[in-house]
Each structure stands twice: as C-alpha cells, then as structure tokens.
C-alpha cells in the first residue's frame, strides 16, 4: 500500500494550496478516494471525497473553498484550497473513502498545512 501527500505549507488567511496524493493502483482503481485532515487534539475527520466517476462531496465547512478531483491515469487525487483559514490548520490525508482510523487501514505520513491569521 502507497499513500505519499505533498503540497502543505505555510500561508496566510485568503491564501490556497493545491496537495497532492499519489495512492497505490490497488486502491486507487477500487475505491472512491478521499481528503481527511487532524488538528491537534481532534479526532481525523472527512474533508471530500471523489468516486471513481468523478462524482464530488464535501464536508459542509470546506464547502465553496475546496476541490477535490483525480487522475486516475496517474493514480493521484488532489485538492485544490482557497480561502484559507486559521481553522484549516492541521494534517492532511488522503485515503480511500471510509478507511478506518482505529488502526486497521494503513495511513501515510500526511501533509501539514497552516493557516496563519
């Protein structure tokens, strides 16, 4: 299993970052594939998700700031931020759409992101 994040950063409130996830083919292929995020001291959350077609559903507080999309040639699933705030701050995932955060599905490293006021 490949899970590799890029593209966090440092930025100021109203600024955007484009990340990066490239996942492996088995998981890519099969499965819808999501953005999930954890500030500290917060449990992980989901941030949206795409399906294999395409089809896009996000979180309502990202809603009109975030994008989410794929490629599936390049097994890679991005998301696109703007407007940025404080309250963004935390540690980006990706992984495929309903893994599990107790343990059972792997994760990888994340990528951190932070919105300074």
């Known amino acids: 299993v490949q899970l590799v994040e890029s593209g966090g950063g440092l930025v100021q409130a109203g600024g955007s970052l484009r990340l990066s996830c490239v996942a492996s083919?088995?998981?890519?292929?099969?499965?819808?594939m999501g953005w999930y995020r954890q500030a500290p001291g917060k449990q992980r959350e989901v941030v949206a998700f795409?399906?294999?077609?395409?089809?896009?559903n996000y979180a309502d507080f990202v809603k009109g700031r975030f994008t989410i999309s794929r490629d599936n040639a390049k097994n890679t699933v991005y998301l696109q931020m703007s407007s940025l705030k404080p309250e963004d701050t935390a540690v980006y995932y990706c992984?495929?759409?309903?893994?599990?955060?107790?343990?059972?599905?792997?994760w990888g490293q994340g990528t951190q992101v932070t919105v300074s006021s």
């Open positions: 992984n495929y759409f309903g893994a599990s955060s107790d343990g059972s599905d792997y």
């Open positions: 083919g088995s998981i890519f292929s099969i499965r819808a």
């Open positions: 795409v399906t294999k077609g395409g089809d896009t």
